[in-house]
């Protein structure tokens, strides 16, 4: 049976003749029971008259995706990452609550909660919705003849939506924050009715049927989860419009894409995750004011403990902290050839320290990357030898990593992915290129960041202090970090507002800089 099937009757004639094995091939986003209006299948749970899911039945009679939910709810730990629990909790009443939800690396869950919510309508997610040639494709055509069709087909993506067949972002102002809220609600109105329009041609091409133009399986399972997506933002901007920002591209004449992300997930957070235990417990190593986690998660005051250990377990001699070595200043004004310089021989400097020992450079943003690379190109090609990179590439960046940490050489890894998250007990130094502050440039950050100031601060505290945590893993490790950003002294002493991260930062961090300044 095809991925995607809408036809009951197909489907239960398919069912009654099929064997007891799944095929290996079945996709649980792409089956029947999704698309088929009237269509109740016997290899999924019953549901009751509230719609819950019935876990007591025999796994072994289930397809392969329900036989797995359905063990995983009959054991006692259901384990999964954020956005698939959010994603299956927010379909229906699948995840009955336990009387315990733990949540780890929960300094996080705000931010995925709001990257949950969040969509951008892009360029490139219009040419795989319309299965239009790229850029790329016209730039490889062989005659000009075929250069002009892939254009003539691309037209729909560019002109501007008029309701009439163009499906181009409107051609709109990004919001500011003296955008008034009048402008605001019609501008909103306006992408609501192009939003509205895109999905329902989403649908419409996902019920194609023809050879030539019916999208394949992958393509099906992209095109239901946008079209999913954008009516989950449609509710959303419906409900509670003034919770919600939008930004263009407003470096072309025509905008090639839009972005709509919510200022607050407080009022969510209980439909979206937390309502799956009836005691929650969130850990982390860096949430640094409880009140600003708190406040982010919609968590009641008087019914929220906040446990805080101020020490480390891993000895200070093992995790030095140093500034003392400086690189160029990277804000996005005094960024350019010179400071790129200053900081590709700050790293070359450090990096002769450890001549046949690992290194990660941590540059935040992927221009600093491409700045400091070609700089170390440049300047100091004996490092560019060491240096290892990845594309952005998921299953490419994570066969970078796991060869990065096998293989036994002198490698120096740069990368704006091992920020957080990333193992990195077989480097023996760190170099954090840059403060982490949140882009001033997105609406979303900009607007959170004028409401509350500490909350900008905090965060950039929480990303600074997970940096700094990469290369000692356990009490046993040494690593070294070096800060080399040279404005980063006066932000740890003063900082903005007067309010210098020296204190927000964990205490055992600031020590560290402190005691090896």
């Known amino acids: 049976m095809e991925a995607g099937c ?7 004639t398919a069912l009654d003749n099929a064997t007891d094995k799944s095929p ?3 996709s649980a986003a792409l089956a029947p029971c999704k698309y088929a209006k009237g269509f109740k299948c016997t290899k999924k749970n019953p549901t009751d008259a509230m719609g819950s899911f019935d876990f007591t039945v025999n796994p072994n009679s289930l397809c392969d995706y329900y036989s797995a939910l359905t063990k995983a709810q009959n054991s006692m730990f259901f384990v999964g990452n954020t956005a698939y629990m959010m994603a299956i909790n927010k379909s229906g009443k699948i995840l009955p609550q336990r009387p315990f939800l733990i949540v780890d690396e929960a300094h996080q869950l705000a931010n995925n909660m709001m990257s949950f919510h969040s969509l951008t309508v892009s360029q490139r997610m219009l040419e795989k919705l319309f299965r239009l040639p790229t850029q790329a494709d016209i730039s490889n055509a062989k005659s000009e003849k075929k250069k ?9 993506v560019f002109k501007a939506f008029d309701g009439k067949g163009g499906f181009g972002v409107p051609k709109l102002k990004s919001m500011t924050l003296t955008t008034p809220l009048e402008e605001r609600k019609k501008s909103l109105q306006t992408f609501g009715r192009y939003l509205f329009a895109l999905m329902d ?18 393509e099906l399972s992209y095109a239901s989860n946008c079209a999913a997506r954008i009516e989950d933002l449609l509710g959303s901007i419906a409900t509670d419009w003034e919770n919600w920002v939008y930004q263009l591209d407003d470096h072309n004449e025509y905008p090639i894409w839009v972005s709509f ?14 309502n799956l235990g009836q005691q929650r417990i969130f850990m982390s190593g860096t949430i640094l004011d409880y009140e600003i986690f708190g406040r982010e998660l919609g968590l009641k005051p008087d019914e929220t403990t906040f446990i805080n250990v101020e020490y480390s377990p891993f000895p200070e001699k093992n995790r030095p902290i140093y500034t003392r070595i400086k690189g160029g200043k990277l804000s996005r004004k005094e960024r350019g050839l010179e400071s790129y310089k200053k900081c590709a021989d700050a790293i070359a400097k450090i990096a002769a320290k450890y001549p046949d020992q690992k290194g990660l450079i941590l540059p935040y943003t992927d221009d600093i990357e491409n700045g400091i690379v070609e700089a170390i190109k440049d300047n100091h090609p004996l490092v560019y030898a060491r240096l290892r990179q990845h594309s952005k590439i998921p299953k490419e960046r994570d066969g970078v990593f796991r060869e990065f940490e096998e293989e036994q050489n002198n490698e120096i890894l740069i990368s704006t992915y091992a920020n957080q998250g990333f193992d990195g007990k077989m480097v023996d130094f760190t170099i954090i290129a840059k403060i982490p502050f949140g882009p001033l440039g997105d609406i979303q950050v900009k607007a959170k960041a004028q409401n509350d100031p500490m909350w900008y601060q905090t965060m950039t505290a929480i990303e600074l202090a997970q940096m700094a945590g990469r290369c000692v893993r356990s009490d046993t490790d040494v690593g070294h970090t070096y800060i080399i950003d040279p404005s980063f002294m006066f ?3 003063r900082g903005m507002n007067n309010n210098p991260l020296a204190r927000i930062l964990p205490a055992y ?3 560290s800089i402190i005691h090896n300044r």
């Open 148 to 156: 002009g069709i892939f254009r003539k087909e691309r037209e729909i």
């Open 201 to 218: 041609e989403i649908k419409r091409k996902m019920k194609d049927k023809d050879a030539q133009t019916k999208y394949d399986k992958r």
């Open 261 to 274: 992300k919510p200022l607050k997930v407080a009022d969510y957070s209980e439909e979206l995750l937390l």
């Open 6 to 12: 809408d036809d009951a009757t197909v489907a239960q």
């Open 24 to 26: 290996e091939t079945c």
């Open 509 to 511: 961090i600031s020590e």
């Open 491 to 493: 932000h740890f002493e």
